[in-house]
């Protein structure tokens, strides 16, 4: 049990005073007391404001869930200051957390306020923050009390959203509402065509100036409006290479994750409807959905992607999506049987897009030696996986950020108006 304790300074002081009083006394020396005197005055003194209560200490941190690069602040509470001078906190070393001051260690006095840590995580997942140990002193630094450890705090940090906007419409929308438009005629604002009237068209649609001119009543047709079924399908196998955070260099587990949160975050923000899908040992699915709260609810399942060195069956990667849905594939395409399950979802007639989120990987300097040997093999099996992806029309990008699907949605709408032949 934790109690207030005398300090080493204390126990000198104390020795010095007794020791120089008796000497004095003693020999019949009149300077040692002098010398000893102000030994008695700091022994004195921390004697006398030893505290009389127990402290109660707990900790809290602001916030509990943050995206990557925010920061939150462990804050102290303590119940009963009386004879409480200083205190000192001293925070453990977390990985990818920083901390505020530099090296975890704060004090200050009573006085002028309790001392706050400030943790800023600098990579997605889930954290622990504020495991630190407290101690307090006492006035004249004659008591102190613990140190203590503290319990910490879980905090979960969402992968940041990289920049990333885009401005082609996703092909093949099959929703109710929405922003893009649809290959079937509704009452949308997209101007499609004039056509004679006919019974049950609108009064409002009518256009004047050309049934005026005909001598016969036109009106005006528009596309619907609709919305599109987006399923994202992060690939969570492995993740290749170091990472240093959000202030270095990215891992592929990192380009994928936070890919997908801007993917996620951008259609969201459209009106689209956004599922995801996880391919793990533990994988997750989130079903199709729209709006803030599910977009928190994408956020938090990424940002509790895990890699495990277990195989997945491959039940497991059926991605269920169906023909008017567009699926990105945020994968380095290193796993075959992911590979196999794109291919059997392009052939389905679903549009596919694979992002490739391997990144610019060095092979190492040695050219020789074995680890650079396997990786050159691997990338030689993995070139051939996506040239066999793109024999099957399937589109393969890099992750880029803003603008990286443009030119390939473009394609993929022109793709999907265009008329297709059935064998009779």
Do not use: N
């Amino acid at each position: 049990m934790t109690s207030w304790r005398p300090t080493p300074a204390l126990v000198r002081a104390s020795l010095l005073a007794l020791g120089g009083l008796a000497g004095a006394v003693v020999l019949g020396l009149t300077t040692l007391a002098v010398l000893a005197a102000p030994f008695v005055v700091v022994a004195v003194m921390g004697l006398v404001s030893r505290p009389r209560h127990d402290p109660v200490l707990r900790t809290r941190i602001d916030h509990h869930r943050l995206h990557e690069g925010q920061g939150t602040a462990s804050r102290l509470d303590l119940d009963d200051a009386t004879g409480v001078e200083h205190v000192t906190r001293v925070a453990a070393a977390m990985p990818h957390v920083a901390t505020r001051p530099t090296h975890g260690a704060s004090g200050s006095l009573v006085a002028d306020g309790l001392p706050t840590l400030g943790f800023s995580p600098r990579r997605w997942g889930r954290r622990a923050v504020g495991a630190e140990r407290i101690g307090l002193t006492s006035a004249w630094a004659g008591w102190r009390w613990g140190p203590v450890d503290m319990p910490e705090h879980g905090l979960s940090v969402l992968p940041q959203t990289a920049p990333y906007d885009s401005r082609a419409e996703v092909p093949q929308p099959d929703g109710l509402v929405g922003r893009h438009r649809s290959r079937r005629i509704g009452s949308g604002t997209e101007f499609e065509g004039i056509r004679h009237f006919a019974a049950g068209d609108r009064l409002k649609r009518i256009t004047w100036p050309v049934s005026l001119r005909t001598g016969e009543l036109h009106v005006i047709t528009t596309r619907a409006e609709q919305d599109a079924g987006v399923w994202l399908v992060v690939d969570g196998l492995r993740d290749i290479g170091v990472s240093g955070g959000i202030d270095g260099a990215a891992s592929t587990l990192d380009l994928t994750v936070r890919a997908a949160a801007a993917l996620a975050e951008h259609h969201v923000r459209t009106g689209d409807r956004v599922g995801l899908l996880v391919v793990a040992a533990d994988g997750a699915r989130v079903r199709l959905g729209s709006g803030p709260r599910h977009l928190h609810r994408l956020q938090g399942t990424l940002a509790r992607v895990r890699t495990e060195a277990r195989s997945v069956p491959p039940e497991r990667l059926d991605l269920g999506a169906s023909t008017g849905s567009v699926v990105y594939v945020l994968s380095p395409m290193l796993f075959t049987p992911l590979v196999d399950a794109t291919a059997g979802l392009q052939r389905s007639g679903a549009s596919v897009v694979v992002i490739d989120t391997l990144g610019e990987r060095d092979g190492g300097a040695d050219r020789l030696a074995l680890a650079s040997l396997a990786a050159r093999m691997q990338k030689i099996e993995r070139d051939a996986r996506l040239e066999r992806l793109a024999d099957l029309g399937c589109p393969v990008v890099p992750w880029r950020g803003p603008g990286t699907l443009d030119t390939v949605l473009h394609q993929l709408a022109r793709r999907a108006r265009a008329p297709r032949v059935r064998r009779a």
